[in-house]
């Protein structure tokens, strides 16, 4: 059943197309819903500052925002258009790779149908943020390979270079997913390809591409350094590998049966060792992530390809009708119940029920609503990052329109973090608002160098702010956070009015801009 440069191919993009529909339709019907995610206000503020690169991430998302907000405009709604495409256009990328591997319409169906469904796929999917694009990229990146090694044509190779260069533009993972598919090439039968002058060729494209990014890196004192640091002590430094290890099954659900079975075929069965290089990719970033104590989802990339062979590889076993009705319902029903727990495709007080009903009669399913706290609340971590920021910015607007015409002249806007900054942004022409000024992630790189303000619209984190008494004349707090779902909420953010600013918080405020950019 292996594919082959001089087999018949038949035309199976109609009945691909079928599956990247249902994918387009959901992510459609949940694009609308709840509200901006915290990460995806920090990207579309991005789109208001192009460069070739920011804080924490590379340029691409940037200029897709300020597309995105050109094209299709502001909204909720229009914000999710552009990952609901490469969402859709991975399960096509899947299609096409499990034919190159092979497979026919039955393998087609049950790799598309992981894609569509496992939990992992989904939750990371809908969201404007880097995490699509970058699977969308792996993804082009193995799919290319493929097709170079089953037809010996150039013009994949050097599309392989742009996928490359322009998957760094996205997100610095991607460099992982390289460097492991160069070793799993070099490692398996097909290392002879890399001695052919199209993959120098590949090579030079993708630098060419990815050269503005890191001259900019190199400009700005390699802020990524400093990121990658803080991610690692802050976050990465606490994450047990076992958790790693056991978080990749449960990222996908029963869908995991179909990747484990794709990656034993790679890796031993006769039928695909023409691709075992895709294998030892995955292995190679996997065991990589594990030593550097890296995120669950960092991977998630790595498995639209392992679908493709699992597709393969359990309709190369399974021959009977009756066996394949049984397995194409099995690794869909049971990720249905995850459904609503991964993807807001119901309003909220319908999703509050399903999440009450799991916790009555479902318990094990409470893992979904347990946030990093470590403590059960209503809704999921990520739904509740997608409250509140209307709230806020509505009473931001109507404590700076308290203050007379010459207080406002003399009054700064000034939030703690990236959320609330992206927030306070993205809502200010509504409000007709002052831009915020924030030291967090990437907004220190367009933050005044100096305050220059005699009152302060202070968003906190917390809800004590009495470490700044003796930088103020007075502080007032004068509005929280009300929604009970969102995050904000339950941290506990406030708003308060800052009056009579001393010199002493100008010196800490400008030491701080300088230290958040690294000027020092």
Known sequence: MQASSSSPEKNYAPFILLFVALKLLLNMLAAGHYGFHRDELLHLTLGNHLDWGYMEVPPLIALLAKISTAVFGDAVFAARVFPAIASALMVWFTGLLTVEFGGRRFAIAVACLCMIFSPGMVASGYLFQPVVFDQFFWLMAAYLTVKYVNTNKPQYMYGLGAAMGFGLLNKYTMGFYAGALILGVLISPQRRVLFRKEVLIAVAITTLVFLPNVLWQYIHHWPIAKHMGELKTQQLDYINPMDFVMQQFMLHGVSAVVWLVGLGFLLFHHSLKTYRFVGFAYLLVYAFLLLMKGKAYYLLAGYPMLFAAGGFSIAYMIKNYIGRSVTAFAVIAPNLLLLPVVLPIF????????????????????????????????????????????????????????????????????????GEAGALHVYRKRYNLPEVVCLNSSFALWAPAKLNADYIIYISDDDDVSDLAPDVDSYKRMAGIENKLSREYAYGTAIYLLSGVKPSLEVKYEAHARESRLEE
Not at 378 to 384: E, G
């Open 347 to 418: 309003t909220i007080n319908q999703t509050l029920s399903f999440f009450e009903y799991y916790h009555q009669h479902l318990p094990f399913m409470d893992f979904a609503i347990t946030w990093e706290d470590h403590k059960k609340h209503r809704t999921t971590q990520d739904y509740a990052d997608m409250f509140a920021w209307d709230e806020m910015a509505a009473k931001t607007a109507k404590i700076y329109y308290s203050l007379t015409p010459e207080q406002q002249k003399r009054t700064v806007i000034f939030a703690d973090s990236y």
